[in-house]
């Protein structure tokens, strides 16, 4: 098993990290430590200790469970090492140890020792990975999920919080009473505005316990706004096998990611702050535009493809791509007609060279992302990745076959059989018994009153109603691949 004693052996190609664990402080209390931080945050902070040592990480886990219990005990006997292997399309690969988590707390079982560490003086940034779905807020109607039961339980008890904002709030009012400055807050997940988001949720939950503290927050926190972009891939056993073979290590927690990622950050941040621009990362005004092209070119297409990719019977995505020129010329005509009409840039991003990136990301064959695990949570991702393409479409006439095809498929995928009869779990945490009863009513109308479809219910869309009806018993009755037979248009792009 990994831990600091294997950083004095030779590894080979295996790159060992350019800094010693032992010496790095913690800057950063992180809430979330899942696969994807590990791949993304933690990878540019590990090529920034060298140089900074002031930005260890105290990682954070809110839920209490065995699975949990055994990540944390996993954590503390690697010393919070790990391994992150990065695989190209090409198929070569480069693994590096990262040594960046230097403790992990399950806030269940020790909430002081959380806050403990969020009042330290050497704490200046509190960043998280909650999922789109970690945040009790309604970005349709923009104010916070007020009946949210861990928000309610943080509402009433703050001396034990349940959620990253309970802890945050808290760790504020020990602080402002402890006369020590603020820090900076940075969502990392996959959700437009997250910082502005986030420091919603703070103050809602600030002013229920005290108008001072939540005006200290205005004046002594930061949210700046990020846009994070990596595939990573859940790890399985036989995955985890494989990545030991290859790199000669005895890793229970590797990581395995494609070699592009990107990250860009608002420039909003209290006082001291890692210097990320430094190892790759981009530090602008406004990430607004860099999220519009993200969420609506890769994570939206990524349902369009996965949805129809669970039906058809498919476990892995690029297996999926590669098989069904369908799904290829699906996602093309999807991004030239839907997307990229309706998307304005940032200055100096061709719309049409990232769309080509995306492409040959998805068909890279090392990465073997889950369709389930993508297709998961349509609820949460569906407003934010799809709605403003769907407004724009029906706001401009425009044609809306696609849209309505593939949000068919998702009403379809939650029915949890594909067309071979095998049976499948789709994952949808925030769904209600009331909500499952009425996706798989026998009336497939009733469907469209599900939270997925909240984003465009402010204006008229009768016609895509309509569609998604039409599409769902044209899949019902011929199939995903004839039914795709008389909706795509453009050649193969590959």
Same mark, same amino acid.
């Not at 420091?199 to 846009?227: C, G, S």
């Not at 799904?327 to 009409?341: E, G, H, K, S, T």
């Not at 008229?460 to 037979?485: C, F, P, S, W």
């Given at each position: 098993?990994?831990?600091?004693?294997?950083?004095?052996?030779?590894?080979?190609?295996?790159?060992?990290?350019?800094?010693?664990?032992?010496?790095?402080?913690?800057?950063?209390?992180?809430?979330?430590?899942?696969?994807?931080?590990?791949?993304?945050?933690?990878?540019?902070?590990?090529?920034?200790?060298?140089?900074?040592?002031?930005?260890?990480?105290?990682?954070?886990?809110?839920?209490?469970?065995?699975?949990?219990?055994?990540?944390?005990?996993?954590?503390? %006997?690697?010393?919070?090492?790990?391994?992150?292997?990065?695989?190209?399309?090409?198929?070569?690969?480069?693994?590096?140890?990262?040594?960046?988590?230097?403790?992990?707390?399950?806030?269940?079982?020790?909430?002081?020792?959380?806050?403990?560490?969020?009042?330290?003086?050497?704490?200046?940034?509190?960043?998280?990975?909650?999922?789109?779905?970690?945040?009790?807020?309604?970005?349709?109607?923009?104010?916070?999920?007020?009946?949210?039961?861990?928000?309610?339980?943080?509402? %009433?008890?703050?001396?034990?919080?349940?959620?990253?904002?309970?802890?945050?709030?808290?760790?504020?009012?020990?602080?402002?009473?402890?006369?020590?400055?603020?820090?900076?807050?940075?969502?990392?997940?996959?959700?437009?505005?997250?910082?502005?988001?986030?420091?919603?949720?703070?103050?809602?939950?600030?002013?229920?316990?005290?108008?001072?503290?939540?005006?200290?927050?205005?004046?002594?926190?930061?949210?700046?706004?990020?846009?994070?972009?990596?595939?990573?891939?859940?790890?399985?056993?036989?995955?985890?096998?494989?990545?030991?073979?290859?790199?000669?290590?005895?890793?229970?927690?590797?990581?395995?990611?494609?070699?592009?990622?990107?990250?860009?950050?608002?420039?909003?941040?209290?006082?001291?702050?890692?210097?990320?621009?430094?190892?790759?990362?981009?530090?602008?005004?406004?990430?607004?535009?860099?999220?519009?092209?993200?969420?609506?070119?890769?994570?939206?297409?990524?349902?369009?493809?996965?949805?129809?990719?669970?039906?058809?019977?498919?476990?892995?995505?690029?297996?999926?791509?590669?098989?069904?020129?369908?799904?290829?010329?699906?996602?093309?005509?999807?991004?030239?007609?839907?997307?990229?009409?309706?998307?304005?840039?940032?200055?100096?991003?061709?719309?049409?060279?990232?769309?080509?990136?995306?492409?040959?990301?998805?068909?890279?064959?090392?990465?073997?992302?889950?369709?389930?695990?993508?297709?998961?949570?349509?609820?949460? %991702?569906?407003?934010?990745?799809?709605?403003?393409?769907? %407004?724009?479409?029906?706001?401009?006439?425009?044609?809306?076959?696609?849209?309505?095809?593939?949000?068919?498929?998702?009403?379809?995928?939650?029915?949890?059989?594909?067309?071979?009869?095998?049976?499948?779990?789709?994952?949808?945490?925030?769904?209600?018994?009331?909500?499952?009863?009425?996706?798989?009513?026998?009336?497939?109308?009733?469907?469209?009153?599900?939270?997925?479809?909240?984003?465009?219910?402010?204006?008229?869309?009768?016609?895509?109603?309509?569609?998604?009806?039409?599409?769902?018993?044209?899949?019902?009755?011929?199939?995903?691949?004839?039914?795709?037979?008389?909706?795509?248009?453009?050649?193969?792009?590959?």
């Amino acid at each position: 098993m990994l831990n600091y004693a294997n950083l004095t052996k030779d590894l080979g190609s295996v790159q060992k990290p350019l800094y010693n664990p032992r010496s790095v402080t913690a800057g950063i209390v992180h809430f979330g430590v899942g696969n994807f931080f590990r791949a993304h945050q933690a990878y540019y902070l590990d090529r920034l200790l060298k140089d900074d040592p002031y930005w260890g990480v105290i990682g954070v886990g809110l839920r209490d469970s065995a699975s949990a219990r055994e990540k944390s005990d996993l954590f503390r %006997k690697q010393n919070g090492i790990y391994s992150l292997t990065e695989c190209a399309s090409d198929g070569s690969f480069k693994t590096r140890l990262i040594g960046v988590l230097l403790h992990y707390i399950l806030a269940p079982q020790n909430p002081q020792a959380v806050l403990k560490a969020l009042i330290s003086p050497e704490t200046h940034l509190v960043s998280m990975t909650l999922t789109e779905g970690g945040y009790p807020y309604d970005a349709r109607a923009q104010k916070v999920i007020e009946d949210d039961a861990a928000l309610n339980a943080d509402l %009433k008890n703050l001396e034990k919080p349940q959620t990253a904002f309970g802890y945050i709030v808290a760790g504020c009012a020990l602080r402002r009473k402890l006369k020590g400055c603020g820090f900076t807050v940075l969502s990392c997940d996959n959700l437009q505005q997250n910082g502005t988001t986030t420091q919603k949720i703070v103050l809602y939950l600030a002013r229920a316990h005290d108008p001072d503290l939540a005006k200290w927050i205005e004046e002594n926190v930061t949210f700046p706004n990020a846009m994070v972009d990596r595939i990573t891939p859940s790890i399985t056993a036989e995955t985890q096998r494989l990545l030991n073979e290859k790199t000669g290590l005895n890793d229970v927690l590797p990581v395995l990611t494609e070699d592009f990622t990107q990250w860009v950050i608002e420039d909003n941040f209290l006082h001291t702050r890692p210097e990320f621009e430094k190892v790759g990362a981009q530090i602008v005004g406004d990430v607004s535009p860099y999220e519009h092209v993200k969420t609506r070119m890769l994570n939206a297409s990524h349902g369009m493809l996965c949805y129809s990719a669970c039906l058809l019977g498919y476990e892995i995505k690029d297996e999926a791509l590669r098989a069904e020129p369908l799904l290829r010329r699906l996602l093309w005509d999807f991004w030239n007609d839907d997307v990229i009409p309706t998307l304005t840039p940032p200055e100096g991003l061709s719309l049409e060279a990232y769309r080509d990136n995306l492409l040959k990301r998805y068909l890279n064959p090392a990465i073997g992302d889950q369709t389930l695990r993508v297709a998961g949570d349509g609820a949460s %991702k569906i407003p934010v990745f799809w709605g403003p393409t769907v %407004k724009a479409i029906i706001q401009k006439k425009g044609d809306i076959s696609r849209i309505a095809y593939g949000l068919a498929a998702y009403l379809e995928m939650l029915q949890g059989v594909n067309e071979k009869g095998t049976k499948f779990t789709p994952k949808e945490p925030g769904f209600t018994n009331e909500d499952w009863a009425c996706a798989r009513s026998s009336n497939v109308e009733k469907a469209l009153s599900l939270p997925a479809f909240r984003a465009w219910q402010d204006i008229a869309h009768d016609e895509l109603n309509a569609q998604i009806v039409k599409y769902r018993q044209m899949i019902k009755r011929d199939g995903v691949r004839a039914t795709l037979e008389k909706l795509v248009k453009a050649p193969d792009p590959v």
